[in-house]
């Protein structure tokens, strides 16, 4: 079933705009599952000398540059934030509205509004698996990053809740028709490390001038019920905006959830991508 690829981005904008923005801060959402991944990669990232100017695409809330803030502040960075959902650009506004190095802009990986060549290094987290079509997103990428520069990106794998889906694709059986579900399981980009090599050789020459390093971490994640919720509805939402009622289908989703239990909570099968692209020595 082919799907509007602007018809895809817009649901997935939306919903971020209107119901996660507020929750996407949430300390409890920050320091569970993808909250903790996030800490655990911007913090693993590896800044050169000659970085002047790092670009945050797909920024939400600017969550990275709160990581990453007091490198940020002792060598007088410039971060650009690119996100195209107004509730989240709005809140990193806000958060920095009062702080020269940082600005930000609606855009997105397909559209990023910067020059040729002026970023030093790229970041994104999260991000990359909303888009529409990679091969346009790298293409931007390529665009905007100067001849040194380089790429650190997290985004969930493939195999990403392999399990946890399970229990979740029963409870919307329960709320959506067939295609429905299919529009929703078309809304995320899951690829695996070998598809990502594919994607990135296509634009940047990995035999002569790069080097590509993709890490696949795996890891099981237990916890209540509202805590798995905190993280999932702030970044699954527009996964399930087309069911109507979702106080019941919260209901339904709880006793499949529930059937998965074991004695440590609910597991979450986690699998992400470490994507890590810079030029050769």
Not at 15 to 34: A, E, G, Q, T
Not at 103 to 120: M, N, R, T, Y
Request: proline residues 2%; contains cysteine; aromatic residues 10%.
């Amino acid at each position: 079933m082919k799907l509007n690829k602007k018809l895809l981005k817009k649901t997935i904008v939306v919903n971020y705009s209107s119901r996660n923005s507020s929750v996407y801060d949430d300390p409890i959402n920050k320091n569970f599952v993808y909250g903790e991944l996030t800490i655990d990669f911007v913090n693993k990232i590896k800044l050169k000398k000659t970085d002047k100017i790092i670009a945050d695409i797909g920024c939400g809330t600017g969550f990275a540059f709160d990581i990453m803030y007091n490198t940020i502040k002792k060598r007088n960075l410039k971060c650009i934030g690119i996100e195209p959902a107004k509730g989240m650009l709005k809140l990193a506004k806000k958060k920095f509205k009062s702080e020269s190095n940082f600005s930000f802009f609606e855009g997105a990986f397909g559209e990023i509004p910067l020059k040729d060549k002026s970023v030093d290094k790229i970041i994104s987290t999260l991000a990359l698996h909303w888009v529409p079509s990679l091969e346009d997103a790298i293409k931007e990428l390529k665009r905007v990053l100067k001849t040194n520069g380089s790429i650190n990106i997290l985004m969930i794998a493939e195999d990403d809740g392999e399990v946890f889906k399970q229990p979740v694709l029963k409870a919307m059986k329960k709320h959506l028709s067939f295609k429905q579900i299919m529009k929703a399981a078309k809304l995320a980009q899951r690829v695996s490390a070998k598809q990502i090599y594919k994607y990135l050789n296509q634009n940047f020459n990995l035999k002569n001038k790069y080097t590509l390093s993709v890490q696949n971490i795996k890891k099981v994640i237990y916890g209540t019920f509202d805590q798995h919720m905190k993280w999932w509805k702030a970044r699954s939402e527009q996964i399930i905006a087309e069911i109507k009622n979702k106080h019941i289908f919260m209901d339904d989703l709880k006793k499949e959830l529930e059937n998965i239990k074991v004695e440590n909570g609910i597991p979450f099968d986690l699998s992400v991508l470490y994507i890590n692209l810079k030029t050769k020595k």
